[in-house]
């Protein structure tokens, strides 16, 4: 993820180490792990304490690739991963050698926004299975291996969490 702080240029790779429960979690920015504690979270912005230290950012506007927010009154722009589908893909389980695997999970949280099979359709390995929304984002979901649907466990309009099954697929 690349980000902007007026003239300035920077990348980072962040990811969520542990969830600790209760809203705390051990994040890692480039190589360096930190707690987080999310005090607050609206279609807004977010209040947070990171290493301590209190934190807010405001939403400004967000588009596919872009995001403008303002963090402790710094306008910032985040260059999203422009390959984030690919990278749900991946731990879905796609792009591994586990065709014994059964179920398609979801790696993020999100809102069903739609459902491209039914129960007994056939896929192949890459086609979508469903489209989540996460943060203003669209990702599809995609099928990690070629099989037929044997259910599916989400509904649109629907929510689910990390981990939780999206279809199985045989």
């Given at each position: 993820?690349?980000?902007?702080?007026?003239?300035?240029?920077?990348?980072?790779?962040g990811?969520?180490i542990?969830n600790?429960?209760?809203?705390?979690?051990?994040?890692?920015?480039?190589?360096?792990?930190?707690?987080?504690?999310?005090?607050?979270?609206?279609?807004k912005?977010?209040?947070?304490?990171?290493?301590?230290?209190?934190?807010?950012?405001?939403?400004?506007?967000?588009?596919?690739n872009?995001?403008n927010?303002?963090?402790?009154?710094?306008?910032?722009?985040?260059?999203?991963?422009?390959?984030?589908?690919?990278?749900?893909?991946?731990?879905?389980?796609?792009?591994?050698?586990?065709?014994?695997?059964?179920?398609?999970?979801?790696?993020?949280?999100?809102?069903?926004?739609?459902?491209?099979v039914?129960?007994?359709?056939?896929?192949k390995?890459?086609?979508?299975?469903?489209?989540?929304?996460?943060?203003?984002?669209?990702?599809?979901?995609k099928?990690?291996?070629?099989?037929?649907?044997?259910?599916?466990?989400?509904?649109?309009?629907?929510?689910?969490?990390?981990?939780?099954?999206?279809?199985?697929?045989?």
């Amino acid at each position: 993820m690349d980000y902007k702080i007026p003239d300035i240029e920077k990348s980072f790779e962040g990811k969520i180490i542990e969830n600790l429960g209760n809203d705390e979690y051990v994040i890692k920015i480039n190589d360096n792990e930190h707690t987080l504690k999310i005090i607050n979270m609206s279609s807004k912005g977010i209040e947070f304490i990171l290493d301590q230290t209190y934190h807010r950012a405001k939403y400004l506007e967000q588009s596919t690739n872009e995001m403008n927010l303002v963090i402790d009154n710094v306008p910032i722009t985040l260059n999203l991963n422009s390959h984030f589908d690919e990278i749900v893909y991946k731990n879905t389980g796609g792009g591994g050698t586990s065709d014994a695997q059964l179920a398609l999970k979801s790696q993020i949280p999100g809102k069903v926004v739609s459902i491209s099979v039914s129960d007994g359709d056939s896929v192949k390995k890459g086609d979508v299975v469903c489209t989540l929304e996460s943060m203003k984002m669209q990702v599809a979901i995609k099928a990690h291996k070629d099989g037929v649907i044997k259910s599916i466990k989400v509904k649109e309009t629907g929510t689910v969490a990390k981990g939780d099954v999206i279809a199985e697929i045989e």
